[in-house]
């Protein structure tokens, strides 16, 4: 028997206004609720509704044969909590159905492992009572930030109770070994680790409506048999991606909600092939190989490292500053400001301030609700300034608390 194994991450941040230096000590809420509203209007409307459809009429179609997994953020399902019940709904029934993980994951989908374990472990579990709330599930199987994964990683999350991870499958490191298969770290044998196929999960997530690629058009009959070529030379392919794929940045006129549609029946025609979740993968296989990372991957950009959120002096004196303040902010007993400062190490913050050029660049500017890197940080540098400020002056954090509420 072969698995796929679909897990898909739904994340929307809460993005800062532009902040100046004459709006430090005076800006009630940094963050843009109007955008962030608008924005999870329109990816409501253009994927989660219609992708969300798609997704249950395949698992009620197929009797629970078809599986999938998520990984929502905290940040997004409190947006949805606040603004889209409707969506949060759309999701809580796809998970009623008994076919669908939920992973866990940091809360405010951040890089609070790189620089804190103690911030790290608190968003995590965060995020698992979070999910045990709206969703009545227990995550077994972690997903870290943007797949940011090494070694150490690996075994601090095992010792949390977790029972596996996934991964980008990093060609230079699995060397002559397969995604394909069920892997571990070197420090941690009977922790398994699943691994992204990141040329077929790409097929879809970036390729799919490039008029320019061989391969186009895509249909469901072309990438099934492109998975059922796997047998013989692994055991599971995973298919990890933005849920954002359908529908956002596929637009439905490419066809991508008919390819999903119609791709589980052509999966089905090999018989030895089934879709599977990722702690049902873990139970079905053993591991075949070490997957030996010493320093940090990811999924993003052509590195497939940190240089998305690392790369240059705005980034490090961004994260420098920010961190500095978190054993003020929690010292300080103010839950607001807590919580103001946990929004501000969502990762996305600063994959906004990198300034790469070509195809990665472009990916960086696609997202960014920034005109430049430059501006981004200089937004963001005002927020931590305005941060520091109220945590200097106990009568204005008072102030803050009485007056306002972060989702207004």
Known sequence: MNSICFYFQVHQPYRLKEVNFFDIGYEDNCFDSEKNLAILNKVSEKCYLPANQVFLD????????????????????????????????????????????????????????????EEFVAQVQKHDDLIQRLFGVQPTVFRNTELIYNNQLAGFVKNMGYKGIIAEGVDHLLGYQSPNFIHHPPNAPDFPILLKNYKLSDDIAFRFSNKGWDEHPLSSEKFAGWIHQTAGNGEVVNLFMDYETFGEHQWEDTGIFEFLNHLPEAIFRHPDFKFHTPSEVIELYPTRGTYDAHDFTSWADEERDLSAWRSNSMQHEALRRLFALEQVV??????????????????????????????????????????????????????CADLEYRLSKPTLSLMYRKKTSLNS
């Open 58 to 117: 395949l698992i009620e179609r197929y009797q629970g044969e078809f599986k999938i997994a998520f990984s929502l953020s905290g940040v997004f399902l409190e947006q949805c909590e606040t603004w889209r019940p409707d969506v949060l709904a759309s999701f809580q029934k796809l998970v009623d159905t008994g076919h669908v993980e939920i992973l866990a994951e940091t809360y405010y989908h951040s890089l609070s492992y790189l620089y804190s374990e």
């Open 330 to 383: 929690k010292k300080s007993n103010e839950k607001g400001l807590l919580e103001y400062w946990r929004r501000l190490t969502t990762s996305d913050h600063f994959y906004y301030m990198c300034t790469k050029f070509w195809s990665d660049g472009d990916v960086h500017k696609y997202f960014s609700p920034f005109d430049s890197p430059t501006q981004a940080y200089n937004y963001f540098i005002n927020t």
